[in-house]
């Protein structure tokens, strides 16, 4: 585990990505350090085994960080790792708060979330639990400032954004998130709704986040729609 990071480490200092996941992590450590303060808020949503919440905390290290993470024993680990240094919370969000099945992939926990999805691996062990399900409007305090936003739910990005919607109307932080086949259509989520909430209600522009780096133009709705469509793109960054 501990060369297998090393190695990660030293592709990403060479830019060099061997999967797309390699790539977007790399994109999202070079986003965060471009334009993370030291007092910068962050919130860190399927946090998993805390990656990008220990780089919120490299670069934003006087700044109140939020880390969900519904699976027990990875809650257990956050918890463990970043005691005082985060809030670490049990949750899964959504729109709405209640109690609602959540599927543990146990031999692949990334894939995990309140649906099913497609996975991509062989023989998928999925174990239900039982989670308590929050918005994020309701956990954070009105007077708290937010300056990023990562989402990796598995699908459940749209859902987890209209349970925010104070924050990101008040605050108009980055979000960093995924929007692809394979996963948010489990979640009947429109392409259409989905830009016009966040353009127009929230005030944020869309860009996938590899283009924002070449030349910052923001998806028109057709576009955003059409890569969504012909599954071209799905980590995307909206800014204000």
């Not at 592709?11 to 986003?31: F, G, P, Q, V």
Request: glycine share 4%; aromatic share 12%.
């Amino acid at each position: 585990m501990l060369l297998k990071g090393m190695v990660k480490k030293a592709l990403a200092w060479l830019n060099i990505d061997l999967t797309k996941n390699m790539e977007y992590d790399r994109l999202t450590n070079r986003l965060m350090r471009r334009f993370l303060k030291p007092d910068s808020n962050c919130i860190d949503i399927g946090s998993h085994r805390g990656e990008v919440l220990s780089q919120m905390l490299k670069y934003a290290p006087e700044g109140q960080h939020y880390a969900f993470e519904p699976i027990p024993e990875l809650f257990r680990f956050l918890q463990k790792k970043y005691s005082g240094k985060a809030n670490i919370l049990p949750y899964a969000l959504a729109e709405k708060e209640g109690i609602s099945t959540f599927h543990y992939v146990k031999n692949a926990p990334a894939f995990s979330g309140l649906k099913k999805r497609k996975y991509h691996i062989n023989n998928p062990e999925i174990q239900k639990l039982e989670v308590n399900v929050k918005t994020l409007d309701q956990l954070l305090p009105e007077d708290l400032k937010i300056d990023l936003i990562k989402i990796d739910v598995e699908g459940a990005e749209f859902p987890v954004l209209k349970g925010a919607k104070r924050i990101l109307r008040k605050s108009r932080p980055l979000v960093i998130f995924e929007f692809g086949l394979g996963a948010s259509d489990y979640y009947n989520t429109d392409p259409d709704e989905f830009y016009k909430y966040l353009t127009e209600e929230c005030r944020l522009n869309i860009f996938p986040i590899k283009d924002w780096f070449k030349n910052g133009t923001p998806l028109k709705q057709k576009e955003f729609k059409d890569l969504y469509q012909e599954n071209k793109e799905y980590y995307y960054l909206a800014k204000p």
